[in-house]
């Protein structure tokens, strides 16, 4: 069993940055593989940054850059440092995790993650 939960979320305008993260307890370290999403209000769930074990990190193209996904394994918590924010990413940010179960770095489908936080949401003005 894994928990996870969100912090660090918030209001900022557009060219600030913010650091989410995502505190595991339970049995974590099991996972394989670690990401963050984000839903924006009438759209779908996309997959934004992952990380495996050995440390090699995934970006979707348009947080290329700007994100930057790491781990402190020793704490049992995922970041996401955003820098350059621009107002399209506003969204609740949602940390996942594959609870040891290989599903691929990014997995095929979202839905593969089987642990998910309850999100913080971030907003951008302009």
């Known amino acids: 069993q894994v928990q996870l939960v969100e912090s660090g979320g918030g209001s900022v305008q557009a060219g600030g940055s913010l650091r989410l993260s995502c505190t595991a307890s339970?049995?974590?370290?099991?996972?394989?593989?670690m990401g963050w999403y984000r839903q924006a209000p009438g759209k779908e769930r996309e997959g934004v940054a992952y990380i495996d074990k050995t440390g090699t990190t995934t970006y979707v193209n348009s947080v290329k850059g700007r994100f930057t996904i790491s781990q402190d394994n020793t704490k049992n918590i995922l970041y996401l440092q955003m820098n350059d924010l621009k107002r399209e990413d506003t969204a609740i940010y949602y940390c996942?995790?594959?609870?040891?179960?290989?599903?691929?770095?990014?997995?095929?489908?979202?839905?593969?993650?089987?642990?998910w936080g309850q999100g913080t949401q971030v907003t951008v003005s302009s």
């Open positions: 996942a995790a594959d609870g040891g179960v290989w599903v691929g770095c990014p997995p095929r489908h979202s839905a593969s993650f089987f642990y």
């Open positions: 339970g049995d974590s370290s099991s996972s394989f593989c």
